[in-house]
């Protein structure tokens, strides 16, 4: 059993498995990893995925704001932090850095997460018990600002559907959220991805999409180095998530 701490501090070493074709921790690797330590830090104050599956509920992220220095290379040693912050009715904000072996600052990120119902997957208030067992530190921040609304993202081009696939269902039964941005960047061509890098990112989760589903990727480039991408559903063009991404030469 981890202790519960205000902060939970972890080493990793980059795998081979976590890192693109230049060796660098891939983002869905990276947002992967951020899942599993907020998973072992709310697990810590017995908030994690058990107790909430004993209580109907299920955390799941509503906004993701990550500022990337620079991403960690295979087999390099890095420390990733979290912590949570002050909740906001329903909202609870997380914060998350990640450092390397020398303590340099690789990465920061702020985070907001809601909990659900896992019969009718409504939006479900924690119960107050969990409230007064959490620890937060005070006026610590990666990110002072809470993570951003992405604006409005129009759909101009004629769908091509994919569908959801067994791969992407996680064990709350829908598409896991890091299978989104995967799905995005995929959207963005190799020769792009070898040349630059993305430098800032925003992900704004809107809706679940499950086993059966069908979805398309809508891409707009606001500048040569600043592109948003629209996931939608087949049903009626529902908004899944909306994803904003800044990038620099790599």
Not at 213 to 223: G, H, M, R, T, V
Request: aromatic share 10%; with cysteine; charged share 20%.
């Amino acid at each position: 059993m981890i202790k519960a701490t205000p902060v939970r501090e972890k080493e990793i070493i980059i795998g081979s498995y976590f890192v693109d074709n230049r060796q660098r921790l891939t983002l869905p690797a990276l947002l992967g990893l951020m899942q599993e330590i907020a998973w072992e830090h709310s697990t810590s104050y017995n908030a994690g995925w058990e107790f909430l599956q004993s209580v109907n509920l299920f955390w799941a992220l509503s906004k993701m704001h990550l500022k990337i220095n620079r991403l960690p290379l295979w087999n390099e040693v890095v420390t990733l932090s979290t912590w949570g912050k002050r909740p906001e009715n329903v909202i609870f904000h997380r914060d998350f850095e990640m450092c390397d072996a020398q303590g340099k600052l690789l990465l920061v990120a702020t985070s907001a997460w809601t909990t659900l119902s896992t019969v009718d997957g409504r939006v479900q208030c924690m119960p107050d018990e969990v409230h007064s067992r959490i620890e937060v530190p005070e006026n610590r921040h990666a990110i002072r600002e809470a993570a951003p609304k992405v604006r409005k993202i129009p759909i101009v081009n004629a769908p091509c559907w994919h569908p959801v696939l067994h791969s992407d269902i996680d064990m709350n039964q829908h598409v896991n959220n890091t299978r989104y941005v995967l799905w995005a960047l995929n959207n963005c061509s190799h020769e792009f991805q070898n040349q630059f890098e993305i430098k800032e990112i925003i992900i704004n989760y809107l809706s679940q999409a499950k086993m059966g589903d069908f979805y398309a990727i809508e891409q707009l480039q606001e500048s040569f180095q600043h592109f948003m991408f629209l996931i939608y559903s087949q049903n009626h063009n529902a908004e899944i998530c909306k994803i904003e991404s800044f990038w620099d030469k790599g």
